[in-house]
């Protein structure tokens, strides 16, 4: 199960194909974790706590949808991707080297269930090394369907945040 620390920027990373570039305008204002997004296609952006710095995050392939930890989670939501295909990788700030965690190498086109689970994201958007790492647990699993996204868990204020931002108001 591939481990890093991501950089991330803007309050972002996202799940993207291996010619995507960091960033993207879409946010997750259903359930102020994850979403799906159209640019790029097939990928998906989750939000954190955390403006700009390094979080936590463990990815994992699974042949099929996992039971949910809920426990150990502050915030936890499941959004269906559209695969187009080929590698998968978590793509974090535009920082060199690149910021990113290659998981899934080659794919094969069609949909997919994304869990991710967050915890830490309250503990501010600036952060000192005394400070807990926000973390996020991503798990991907070919799916029969695309089934509508779920809100599992949701219990930090930065959640709460990202639930009640404007669509199309522009953010940090």
Do not use: C
């Not at 972002?12 to 159209?38: I, K, Q, S, W």
């Not at 952060?127 to 949701?154: C, F, M, N, Q």
């Amino acid at each position: 199960m591939p481990t890093t620390l991501l950089w991330v920027e803007y309050n972002r990373f996202t799940l993207v194909g291996p010619d995507a570039v960091a960033g993207t305008e879409e946010l997750p204002y259903g359930n102020g974790l994850v979403a799906a997004t159209a640019d790029p296609p097939g990928g998906a952006v989750i939000v954190t706590g955390l403006a700009d710095g390094q979080v936590r995050v463990t990815a994992r392939l699974l042949p099929s949808a996992p039971a949910v930890p809920l426990d150990d989670w502050q915030d936890a939501a499941i959004v269906a991707l559209r695969w187009p295909g080929g590698p998968m990788r978590l793509l974090g700030a535009d920082v060199v080297p690149p910021s990113a965690l290659p998981f899934a190498p080659d794919q094969p086109p069609g949909v997919y269930g994304l869990l991710v689970a967050g915890r830490h994201r309250d503990d501010g958007e600036t952060r000192g090394t005394e400070d807990p790492v926000e973390e996020y647990l991503i798990h991907l699993w070919p799916s029969a369907s695309a089934e509508p996204a779920r809100l599992l868990k949701a219990t930090s204020e930065t959640g709460a945040y990202w639930r009640q931002v404007e669509p199309g108001r522009r953010t940090p």
